[in-house]
Every structure is written in C-alpha cells, then in structure tokens.
C-alpha cells in the first residue's frame, strides 16, 4: 500500500508534536522535579531551574507513617485483585459459552454495576461496614475493590474466551476430558496475556481510588492517595512531602500503563476510574 | 449436561457477589432515602412515618438545584472541550512514524495518573506562592486572581484540570477511529481537487462522528466522578459556586450527617446517570443496525 501524502510526518508536523507533549505533561514534570527540591528551593522566586537534586523528601516518607499507608495499597490493591480474577474469570468464560437467552441483558446488568456514581455504594457500604466492624480495615477495602473490579474482569476477559474456537473444547471432550480439564488445561492457558492485562486494569483502579479510601478508612487501613492528602494540613502545606508523596504513588501506575496501554481503552470503557 | 453444569457453576459466585456488594446496596440506599436518618438520632434509620419527605424536599432545596446545575455546567464544558481537543490531538498524531507511535504512549499519562495525583499536580498549579503560572505572570506583569478561589474562575479552573485529564481519554478513542479510514478515501478526494479543510469536512469528519460521540458520552457519565479534583482544589466552593450534585450528597452524609436525605439525592443522581447510559446503549445498537 503506497504511503498517503496527507498524512506525512513531515518536520512541521513532529516539532508540532513534541512541543504539544510538553506543554501537555508541564504540569505533570513541575511535580516530579518538586519532589527533588528542598522546601527553601520549592518557596525560591523565581524557581531555581537548575539545582541540585535531593532524595531528602523521600528519605522523610520512607520514616513517616507513609510507608504503612503504600503498603496498605499494596495490600488491598493485589488481594482485590486476585479475588476478582478467581470470582470473574470462570464467569467471563461461562458467559462466553453460555448460548442462552437473557446472556445479553444479563452482560449489561453486570456492567452497570460498574456505571454508577460511587457515592451510591459509599453510603451503604459505610453503614454496614460500621455496623459489623469494617470500617477502617484492610479486609473492608479488599470486598469493595473486588466487587467494583469483578464487572470489569467479567468484561475484559469475555472477548478473550470468544476468539478461542469451541471445536478445540469439543475435541477434547469428545476424547473424554472433563469440562473443568479443558478450562484449566486448555483454555485458560490461551487466554494469560488477556488475565495478566485485566489484573494490571484491576490493580490500577484498586491503586488508584480515593473516595472509597477516604471514607471507609482513618487510620490503621489508610492508603496512599489519602495519606497524601493528609500532607496538607493547617500547620503548613509540606510541598516537598506532597510532591515526593504523590510521585511514589503515580510510579506503579505509569509502569503498568506502559505495560498494558493496548487494553486501555476497552479496560477505561468497560467502566471508568473511580474518583 | 456436565458441561451445562459448569458453566452454572463458573458463574454463580460471581453472581452472588454482585447481588450482595451492588444490588443489596442499591436497595438499601433507596429505603434509607426514605427515612430522615442520622447517625445523631436514634431511631431515625427505621422511621419510615413520611417516606417522600426527602424527595418532596429536593426541589425546593436551592443548593440541590444549584448542584445540578454546576454540574450540567462542568460536564457540558469539560466534554466539548476533551472532544474538540482529543479530535485535534488525534489528527496531529495519525501519521505513520515509529516516533510518533512512541510518543502517543506518553500523550496517555494524564488519564492513567491515580485522580488525587492530578488534583495535587493542579493544587500546585493554582497555589499563588509556589506556581509556575504565578511565577510567569509575575514576570509578565500580569497580576492573576487567586484561580480556585474565586467566583469567576473556581469552575474553569476544575473544567481546565478536568480537561487536561481526560483529553488523553477522547485522543485515544478518535485516533483509533481514524486509523480505520483507508487512505484511498482522501487521495480520491485530493485527485478530485478538494482541499485539506474539504477533505476533514467531507471525508474524514462523517468517518469519525459516531466515535465523537460515543466517547463524549462516555466522558458524560464519568463526569459525575470528578470528586478528587473538586474536594482538593475547591471543596466546593467559594460558596456553592463548584458544589456538584455527587458532592453535595457526600457533604450531607459525611459532614452533617444528613445520611437520609443524602441518600435521596443519590437515589436522583443515579437516575439521571442510568438514564443517559442506557440513551447510550440505545445509540450504540442504533449504529450496529445501520453499519
């Protein structure tokens, strides 16, 4: 196929390109290099654009009681994680094979689930969980990123399971295989990169939330993006803790993108960030 | 029959776990929505003496109405401006160049930031004593109003964080639209003599209009999601002037403990949110029927 002459990457056309990312990621870098700056260089005017990087924000975090908050994360964004993937997986399977009527409504009833506002499912969550002694654990924030993320896992992984052929399955039981056998032997080791790109999407939302955690926790289960927050206060605003706080906490997310950036777009539709 | 029943069986927890996490909380929102709970009363949870007394309230509420008129406002600017600005990215990046391939990854960071990163990274941006936007006023001799409070640019500063988050969102979405349009559409066009702007206009434009608008509605319903952004920049204010709907309830169930009425406002809210998901759906069908 001959190249268009429309659409060249001309010089125009990339120095256009390189000057709109900068400008779109100035916000973002402004950030990063904060995190480097002592709290004299962040309040100097004009901002010393030249200076001499310090890990000293990132040392004060890492004996703060931030360190507990990001393993807090860690926690209930891999254990929600996994449990979404062991509930959702055989379901997105069943959903692709099942051929009865009501699959369809039964698919969208599943994604709206994911589609609602999260104030809807604080206000109850809270109540509950005060009631039996959720609040503020890591066990309450595991059950409410596993129930947002198994819509999700549903939806991710059912076109997965559609392009691997039925003959293949029927072939096996005709041979006398059992249908778990031919789940967990045949199938599910066609669809692993489909399974590892779905629990980078679920690990990200689970990292990424805010409302939930602000919420449902105080203390002990608090997460990251909270305890970021909590940097602000009236005594003062901490910048260089804020801005090394917050760069810790995007540093898994931009490594995962990467990683999964073509199964972004279904991952974002089939749902959306949680605020 | 065995394989019917595994299929039975590979469904059913994960049924049962969405029946109890988001069918038992929606129905237990709306029977809270009918009682005037607080966490202050006892008994209020279960006094069910006047149950529309919270939506017979709602309409005379004036921040109730001032929240969903913000949030009509927010929405409707923060979706025109990603739609417009996304196409515009998404025609500037479709060329085809290992460079520009790399680059488009990095176009994508806004939207995969974890939201209170972006609220912290525009909470710097609008802070008058450390921002670089202050600093280059400064410079120019440009004297800025304080952004985030004031009552003339609180909602424009959320709708330009909002905006800078989601762009990638609406970028992503067009760009895929546009790698589907094959290059003999314009070169016929071209041969034809029609110029680059006829050429957008009558080709490219009627190509990509169903996608303008699928991912506009999509950044519609996510709209409601702003929370991070305006709890960190402006909680609301100054006054109620950027109070959204999904902010007001969270105010009244989580500041002043009006979890009853809170609650009747969220019932409203996801209303409203359903209602357009399923105008989407119902476009989305309409378009597989004519394609």
Redesign the interface.
């Known amino acids: 196929?001959?190249?268009?002459?429309?659409?060249?990457?001309t010089p125009g056309?990339?120095v256009?390109?390189?000057v709109?990312?900068l400008i779109?990621?100035?916000?973002?870098l402004?950030?990063l290099q904060?995190s480097f700056k002592t709290n004299d260089e962040?309040?100097q005017?004009?901002?010393p654009l030249i200076f001499t990087p310090t890990l000293q924000n990132y040392i004060s975090l890492w004996h703060s009681a931030f360190s507990a908050s990001f393993v807090n994360s860690l926690l209930s964004a891999s254990l929600s994680t996994t449990l979404a993937l062991l509930?959702?997986v055989?379901?997105a399977?069943?959903?692709s094979?099942?051929a009865g009527r009501g699959k369809h409504a039964l698919s969208?009833a599943?994604l709206?689930?994911r589609?609602?506002?999260?104030?809807?499912?604080?206000?109850?969550?809270?109540?509950?969980y005060r009631w039996i002694g959720l609040l503020d654990t890591i066990t309450g924030l595991v059950?409410?990123y596993?129930?947002f993320n198994?819509?999700l896992v549903?939806w991710m992984m059912q076109p997965f399971f559609d392009t691997i052929p039925v003959s293949l399955e029927e072939a096996a039981?005709v041979d006398g295989a059992?249908?778990?056998t031919v789940?967990t032997k045949i199938v599910l080791p066609m669809v692993t990169p489909g399974i590892a790109a779905t629990a980078i999407l679920c690990f990200?939302y689970a990292?990424?939330d805010?409302?939930f955690a602000?919420?449902l926790t105080r203390t002990n289960a608090r997460t990251a993006?909270?305890a970021?927050?909590n940097f602000?206060n009236y005594e003062g605003w901490e910048?260089g803790k804020?801005?090394a706080g917050?760069s810790l906490?995007?540093a898994p997310?931009?490594i995962f993108?990467?990683a999964v950036?073509r199964y972004?777009?279904s991952g974002?539709?089939a749902g959306?960030?949680?605020? | 029959m065995e394989r019917r029943r595994f299929i039975a069986f590979a469904l059913t927890p994960s049924l049962i776990v969405l029946f109890a996490v988001a069918v038992l909380p929606a129905i237990y929102l709306i029977v809270t929505s009918l009682t005037p709970f607080q966490l202050t009363t006892p008994g209020s949870a279960t006094d069910f003496s006047e149950p529309l007394r919270n939506y017979r309230l709602l309409p005379g509420d004036p921040r109730f109405v001032n929240s969903l008129a913000v949030q009509a406002k927010l929405s409707v600017a923060s979706v025109l401006f990603q739609v417009l600005l996304g196409m515009l990215l998404a025609l500037l990046l479709n060329v085809p160049s290992r460079f520009v391939e790399f680059a488009r990854t990095f176009f994508l960071i806004p939207m995969v930031l974890p939201p209170i990163v972006v609220a912290v990274i525009w909470k710097l941006i609008y802070a008058p004593d450390i921002s670089p936007l202050y600093y280059a006023a400064q410079a120019l001799h440009v004297t800025l109003p304080a952004l985030t409070s004031s009552v003339d640019f609180a909602l424009t500063s959320i709708v330009i964080a909002d905006t800078w988050e989601w762009t990638p969102f609406t970028f992503l979405m067009v760009l895929a639209a546009l790698q589907t349009i094959p290059d003999e559409y314009s070169e016929a066009a071209l041969v034809d003599g029609a110029n680059k702007l006829q050429i957008f206009w009558y080709v490219t434009l009627p190509f990509i209009t169903p996608i303008l608008v699928i991912s506009g509605m999509f950044r519609l319903i996510d709209s409601v999601k702003a929370f991070p952004l305006i709890f960190l920049l402006t909680g609301g204010g100054p006054g109620t002037v950027t109070e959204v709907t999904n902010y007001y309830a969270y105010l009244l169930a989580f500041d002043t403990n009006e979890i009853g009425y809170s609650s009747a406002v969220t019932v409203v809210m996801l209303l409203l949110v359903c209602g357009i998901s399923l105008g989407l759906v119902w476009m989305g069908r309409r378009k597989e029927a004519l394609a």
């Not at chain 1, 196929?1 to 990457?9: I, N, P, Q, V």
């Not at chain 1, 589609?115 to 509950?128: D, G």
């Open positions: 196929m001959s190249e268009s002459s429309l659409r060249k990457a056309r990339l256009a390109i390189t709109t990312l779109l990621l100035s916000p973002f402004w950030l904060m962040i309040l005017f004009p901002p509930f959702g055989p379901a399977y069943a959903l094979r099942w969208f599943i709206v689930t589609m609602a506002p999260p104030i809807a499912f604080t206000i109850p969550f809270f109540l509950f059950l409410v596993t129930s198994l819509p549903i039981l059992r249908t778990r789940f990200l990292w990424n805010f409302f602000l919420i993006p909270v970021v927050v602000m910048w804020i801005a917050g906490v995007m997310v931009l993108s990467l950036r972004l777009v974002l539709t959306a960030v949680k605020g």
